[in-house]
């Protein structure tokens, strides 16, 4: 079902079941898969391929040239998953470097004037509340939830099951299963909620509240508190993983 409003390029590679609304443009090199909706005005550019079962809705642009002032030319891309939800305005801009992609997962929703910069990495299951804006190579895990006017810098990493507060801004990495809030943002505690709503287990709970105090408040150095946890912890798989990201960090946690 296409609008007669709809701009359509030949080329373009359009799935089984799409509702393209009026006035959308969809450009050459562009791969729409089954079940796709854009409501209108939607604008999908560039070498973009977005999965089955999403969900765009009007004014929303997809897969345009980065704002990345380090634009040489080249072939970039966009790939994104299924049943993703882009509300109102969001912008996701493709790669910076030739041959390089900006990705996001699927089951994502991304709500109103959202930015997902060039060369961001995005999981599944994310939700990114109104004006939420990630700057460009940043890494977002699974099932982070990022607040409202909330700004990521460059190169920043988002932890699993993480949350970050409305208007803050993060400067460096957030560690999974945590929340974050502030300008700059600081790790306060444990992602209770967010936990409780991926079945997290009790044991592994418990062991996150206690790995909390030790990394964030018993001032110990990160490399000794990470090996302080890790004799006590380290056969739970969520604290597995916070060790594995936080030794990992270039920028450094949010402490």
């Given at each position: 079902?296409?609008?007669?409003?709809?701009?359509?390029?030949?080329?373009?590679?359009?799935?089984?079941?799409?509702?393209?609304?009026?006035?959308?443009?969809?450009?050459?090199?562009?791969?729409?898969?089954?079940?796709?909706?854009?409501?209108?005005?939607?604008?999908?550019?560039?070498?973009?391929?977005?999965?089955?079962?999403?969900?765009?809705?009007?004014?929303?642009?997809?897969?345009?040239?980065?704002?990345?002032?380090?634009?040489?030319?080249?072939?970039?891309?966009?790939?994104?998953?299924?049943?993703?939800?882009?509300?109102?305005?969001?912008?996701?801009?493709?790669?910076?470097?030739?041959?390089?992609?900006?990705?996001?997962?699927?089951?994502?929703h991304i709500l109103a004037y959202c930015h997902i910069a060039h060369n961001v990495q995005l999981g599944n299951y994310v939700i990114m509340?109104?004006?939420?804006t990630l700057a460009g190579h940043v890494l977002v895990e699974d099932h982070a939830v990022i607040g409202g006017l909330a700004a990521i810098h460059q190169f920043c990493r988002i932890g699993k099951m993480s949350?970050?507060?409305?208007?803050?801004?993060?400067?460096?990495?957030?560690?999974?299963?945590?929340?974050?809030?502030?300008?700059?943002?600081?790790?306060?505690?444990?992602?209770?909620?967010?936990?409780?709503?991926?079945?997290?287990?009790?044991?592994?709970?418990?062991?996150?509240?206690?790995?909390?105090?030790?990394?964030?408040?018993?001032?110990?150095?990160?490399?000794?508190?990470?090996?302080?946890?890790?004799?006590?912890?380290?056969?739970?798989?969520?604290?597995?993983?916070?060790?594995?990201?936080?030794?990992?960090?270039?920028?450094?946690?949010?402490?």
């Amino acid at each position: 079902m296409i609008h007669p409003t709809a701009v359509i390029h030949a080329d373009a590679r359009i799935g089984r079941g799409c509702h393209i609304g009026p006035y959308c443009i969809v450009g050459q090199y562009v791969e729409l898969g089954d079940e796709c909706r854009l409501y209108s005005h939607v604008v999908i550019d560039g070498h973009t391929r977005l999965g089955k079962g999403n969900e765009i809705f009007p004014f929303a642009s997809i897969g345009l040239k980065t704002q990345d002032l380090k634009w040489t030319g080249g072939l970039t891309r966009t790939e994104i998953g299924d049943n993703n939800t882009f509300r109102e305005y969001v912008t996701i801009n493709s790669a910076t470097g030739d041959g390089e992609v900006t990705r996001v997962g699927s089951n994502n929703h991304i709500l109103a004037y959202c930015h997902i910069a060039h060369n961001v990495q995005l999981g599944n299951y994310v939700i990114m509340s109104n004006v939420a804006t990630l700057a460009g190579h940043v890494l977002v895990e699974d099932h982070a939830v990022i607040g409202g006017l909330a700004a990521i810098h460059q190169f920043c990493r988002i932890g699993k099951m993480s949350i970050i507060g409305g208007c803050s801004k993060v400067v460096q990495d957030v560690p999974p299963f945590m929340l974050a809030d502030g300008n700059p943002a600081t790790t306060r505690t444990i992602n209770k909620v967010g936990l409780q709503r991926n079945a997290a287990s009790e044991e592994a709970q418990n062991a996150l509240r206690q790995a909390y105090k030790v990394v964030f408040r018993e001032g110990l150095t990160i490399s000794n508190a990470l090996s302080k946890i890790e004799a006590e912890f380290g056969q739970i798989p969520e604290i597995q993983h916070l060790i594995q990201f936080t030794r990992a960090s270039s920028r450094g946690i949010s402490k």
